[in-house]
């Protein structure tokens, strides 16, 4: 069981770094949006801007064949979208407006992926088709899965390592560090390895669907079944505004908050209404409630799903944790920033102990070597490009072409810069020169967004805008821990072997 727990730990155990790092990140995926996008005054769509909406739709596309409104959460971080669609194929006509959540009015919103890149990344990564990134990441949370269960299994004293955390004691240090990460919140580790698992299961497991499906698309066909349809009519009539959709949905429903509204046949006496339900909660309506577009009456509620849907949506609402409040969002975090120390210290462990045993440390064998660079490439290279992604935003001027991409390429220049240098430079100066590097960008993030917004730190305070003085306050804590860091193994001194006398010498020959 060790020698399993070590191996299946140590291959798939960068992927599994970058996986935690970004999932963890993704925990606050709203409010990461919220900050890429500072001209947004307000956080969720008021009645005010659902009926600037409607009359700006009513103006612009009266007939069209479809309306869209993507309405940002209660977390904020997005804006209100509306687009409308006429005709298909080669014929179609399309049209987008943003507009400001609070007022209603349409603003100029930089383009950025926000947080939600961070959250696609950790199973989609990038550059890459997303069917062969998401049989990559279901083979590591495969493998986490053994890796967890071959360490309960390893570790006998597992409640006293919860209490035993030793510094400065070399490779006991990076066990204690490793033993109490993964035990702290072993049931979090558990949770989201397996639930992931769930969240990508037809990736790992599509037979039962080849089975009895010619494709996949009659499956999705035959599990969500479309809701119903009518032909217009065209006879034009004044639409439901939006607004009176929303309350209508809130009268229906209990605790019921859309995330999209589709307007079908919009002005005509058989326009539909579909409100897309956001997760409020675990176990939620995932369909959609569909409402008569001329009287707001109730044409369907949002059907129920079966056994196995209802269980699979639990275990990707506990997943995703979209339903939580503060605190428990919180416990998320703290328990993903364990994780990511967990397979992080276990990654260095693999190292410590073996150069402990190496004959000679200057003539180093390939593996070992590679090991160790890569480590310090993909720890502190993924940390630093993230840095470097908050920076892009501020940075990149608003109107540049493919401004999002340029955010996302900047992250992985960056990557890519520490890892040559990584490779380049003696391992111990690289750690500490990488993780400085970390601290810096960190540090200079919430500088930055003091001098380009109006939305600093002291000012964020000073407005109980906690989404703002919350994420400088995190990047500042990031910094102080990469520097942290950075000066304990700058002023860490191994213990030198101890000389054998000749009898000793003998006796270990023998």
Same mark, same amino acid.
């Given at each position: 069981m060790a020698w399993l727990h070590t191996w299946a730990g140590l291959l798939p155990g960068w992927l599994l770094f970058i996986i935690f790092l970004f999932g963890t990140a993704a925990f606050?995926?709203?409010?990461?949006?919220?900050?890429?996008?500072?001209?947004?005054?307000?956080?969720?769509?008021?009645?005010?801007?659902?009926?600037?909406?409607?009359?700006?739709?009513?103006?612009?596309?009266?007939?069209?064949?479809?309306?869209?409104i993507v309405l940002p959460s209660n977390r904020g971080g997005d804006p209100l979208m509306v687009t409308w669609k006429s005709g298909n194929g080669d014929a179609a006509v399309s049209g987008t407006a943003i507009l400001d959540p609070a007022t209603g009015r349409e603003i100029a919103v930089r383009d950025t992926r926000g947080g939600w890149f961070l959250y696609r990344f950790h199973f989609e990564l990038h550059y890459l088709p997303y069917w062969f990134a998401e049989i990559l990441v279901c083979a590591a949370a495969l493998t986490m899965l053994v890796v967890i269960l071959s360490g309960i299994v390893i570790h006998k004293k597992i409640f006293a390592d919860f209490f035993m955390l030793r510094f400065g004691k070399g490779q006991r240090s990076w066990l204690d560090a490793h033993n109490v990460t993964a035990v702290l919140a072993l049931p979090f580790h558990l949770m989201i390895t397996y639930t992931g698992l769930v969240t990508l299961l037809f990736t790992l497991m599509p037979w039962a669907i080849s089975a009895h499906f010619p494709d996949r698309g009659s499956y999705f066909q035959a599990a969500y079944p479309p809701g119903p349809v009518?032909?217009?009519t065209g006879h034009r009539i004044a639409s439901l505004s939006l607004d009176k959709a929303v309350s209508r949905a809130s009268s229906v429903l209990d605790d019921f908050a859309p995330a999209r509204i589709v307007v079908e046949h919009p002005g005509d006496l058989a326009s539909i209404v579909q409100l897309w339900p956001s997760p409020a909660r675990i176990g939620g309506p995932s369909d959609a409630l569909y409402l008569d577009g001329s009287t707001g009456n109730v044409m369907q509620m949002p059907a129920r799903p079966?056994?196995?849907? @209802? *269980?699979?949506?639990?275990? %990707?609402?506990?997943h995703a944790g979209r339903f939580s409040g503060v605190a428990v969002?919180?416990?998320?975090?703290l328990s993903g920033i364990g994780g990511t120390v967990?397979?992080?210290?276990?990654?260095?462990?693999?190292?410590?102990?073996?150069?402990?045993k190496l004959p000679d440390e200057a003539r180093r064998h390939f593996g070992f070597g590679l090991v160790e660079k890569m480590n310090i490439g993909v720890i502190t290279g993924s940390s630093a490009g993230i840095g470097v992604y908050f920076l892009a935003n501020r940075f990149l001027p608003p109107d540049i072409a493919n401004r999002a991409e340029w955010e996302i390429n900047s992250l992985f220049i960056a990557w890519g810069a520490v890892l040559v240098w990584a490779l380049a430079r003696p391992a111990k100066l690289a750690w500490i020169q990488t993780l400085?590097?970390? @601290? *810096?960008?960190?540090?200079? %993030?919430?500088?930055?967004?003091?001098?380009?917004?109006?939305r600093g730190l002291v000012p964020s305070l000073m407005a109980q805008d906690w989404a703002f003085a919350g994420?400088?306050?995190?990047?500042?804590?990031?910094?102080?821990?990469?520097?942290?860091?950075?000066?304990?193994?700058?002023?860490?001194?191994?213990?030198?072997?101890?000389?054998?006398?000749t009898r000793e010498l003998v006796e270990a020959v023998a």
């Open positions: 606050f995926q709203q409010e990461i949006s919220g900050w890429m996008r500072p001209e947004l005054e307000g956080r969720t769509a008021s009645s005010t801007a659902l009926r600037a909406a409607s009359h700006l739709l009513a103006d612009k596309a009266p007939n069209a064949d479809r309306w869209i009518r032909d217009p079966g056994i196995a849907m @209802a *269980s699979q949506g639990v275990m %990707i609402d506990l969002r919180w416990l998320y975090f967990m397979v992080a210290s276990g990654l260095i462990l693999w190292t410590v102990k073996r150069r402990a400085a590097t970390c @601290a *810096s960008l960190y540090a200079l %993030i919430p500088v930055v967004n003091a001098l380009t917004t109006t994420f400088d306050l995190v990047m500042l804590a990031i910094a102080a821990g990469c520097a942290f860091t950075a000066w304990r193994v700058g002023t860490h001194k191994p213990k030198a072997k101890p000389r054998l006398n």
